[in-house]
């Protein structure tokens, strides 16, 4: 049976590249965005073009409400593979982020991740097969002064993917991809000093491509890799 990804966040960065590489190994495609909704129909035209099925439904992950309605709105059947890989930056230092400012980095980047999950499980066990596919963050792990809701909200992830790949790994496998830093709109307002010492700690000696963590979702999301559960697969050019 053809399979069916869902990617949140597929409008832009590194989920557009995940959708066009889905769709090219033989996916039904599912996209969300939230506010870009030009960028997303692009996407679907592109894959169109190529008579692939691809689908994109507005939906803010952090808003429960939301989240339902693109459940109910879901073409082809059933998704059997969630790339939960929406998120949002936010530059600031604690002293000084606002309350809201936390909320809202959490919100997309952490309880986005677990309400998105909440509404495509159900399905996926009963259907006895799925992946979940988290993508975190290596400031997760090192922390980024000027990020803590960031960071936290990424190490609220690798925990997440941890835990939910205990209580139904029997079905589903939950992974988590350690993303280094990538080449997309994200990171346009990094310093050129800050991009530059990241790369000179890079043994790889370059950033990432969005090509480079779409390869390990679809990894990840192979039939084969059904004991791969539980893990945080790193893809940061070993930095
Ligand atoms: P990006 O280019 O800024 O794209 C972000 C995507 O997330 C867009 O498609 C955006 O859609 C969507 N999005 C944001 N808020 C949303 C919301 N509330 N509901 C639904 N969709 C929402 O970022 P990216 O670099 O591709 O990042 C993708 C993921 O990788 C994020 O989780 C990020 O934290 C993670 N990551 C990135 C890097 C990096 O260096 N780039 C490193 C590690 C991890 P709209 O434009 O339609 O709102």
Same mark, same amino acid.
């Given at each position: 049976?053809? %399979?069916?990804?869902?990617?949140?966040?597929?409008?832009?960065?590194?989920? %557009?590249?995940?959708? +066009?590489?889905?769709?090219a190994?033989?996916?039904?495609?599912? $996209?969300?965005?939230?506010?870009?909704?030009?960028?997303?129909?692009?996407?679907?035209?592109?894959?169109? &073009?190529?008579?692939? &099925?691809?689908?994109? !439904?507005?939906?803010?992950?952090?808003?429960?409400?939301?989240?339902?309605?693109m459940?109910?709105?879901?073409?082809?059947?059933?998704?059997?593979?969630?790339?939960?890989?929406a998120?949002? &930056? *936010?530059?600031?230092l604690?002293?000084?982020?606002?309350?809201?400012?936390?909320? %809202?980095? !959490?919100?997309?980047?952490?309880?986005?991740?677990? +309400?998105?999950?909440?509404?495509?499980?159900?399905?996926? =066990?009963?259907?006895? #097969?799925?992946?979940? $596919?988290? !993508?975190?963050s #290596?400031? @997760?792990?090192?922390?980024?002064?000027?990020?803590?809701?960031?960071?936290?909200?990424?190490?609220?992830?690798?925990?997440?993917?941890?835990?939910?790949?205990?209580?139904?790994?029997e079905?589903?496998?939950?992974?988590? $991809? =350690?993303?280094?830093? !990538?080449?997309?709109?994200?990171?346009?307002?990094?310093? /050129?000093?800050?991009?530059?010492?990241?790369?000179?700690?890079? /043994?790889? %000696?370059r $950033?990432?491509?969005?090509?480079?963590?779409? *390869?390990? @979702?679809?990894?990840?999301?192979?039939?084969?890799?059904?004991?791969?559960?539980?893990?945080?697969l790193?893809?940061?050019?070993?930095?």
């Open positions: 049976m053809k %399979r069916t990804v869902l990617i949140t966040g597929g409008s832009r960065g590194i989920g %557009r590249q995940m959708a +066009l590489d889905f769709g190994a033989g996916y039904n495609v599912i $996209i969300n965005y939230n506010k870009s909704r030009d960028a997303a129909m692009e996407v679907v035209n592109e894959l169109n &073009a190529r008579e692939i &099925a691809c689908q994109a !439904i507005q939906a803010d992950v952090s808003d429960s409400d939301q989240v339902k309605r459940a109910d709105e879901v073409m082809f059947g059933h998704v059997d593979t969630l790339i939960n890989n998120g949002i &930056a *936010h530059l600031g604690l002293q000084t982020d606002s309350e809201q400012d936390f909320d %809202r980095v !959490i919100g997309v980047d952490l309880k986005g991740v677990w +309400l998105v999950t909440r509404a495509f499980l159900p399905d996926m =066990i009963s259907n006895g #097969f799925g992946r979940i $596919i988290n !993508i975190s #290596f400031w @997760a792990e090192r922390g980024s002064s000027t990020e803590t809701a960031y960071s936290a909200a990424k190490a609220g992830v690798n925990g997440l993917t941890k835990a939910l790949s205990r209580e139904v790994g079905y589903v496998t939950v992974n988590a $991809i =350690i993303a280094g830093l !990538i080449a997309t709109e994200m990171n346009d307002r990094v310093p /050129p000093d800050a991009l530059f010492r990241i790369v000179d700690n890079t /043994p790889v %000696r $950033i990432g491509k969005p090509e480079d963590i779409s *390869h390990a @979702a679809l990894f990840l999301a192979d039939g084969k890799s059904s004991f791969i559960n539980g893990a945080l790193h893809a940061d050019g070993g930095y």
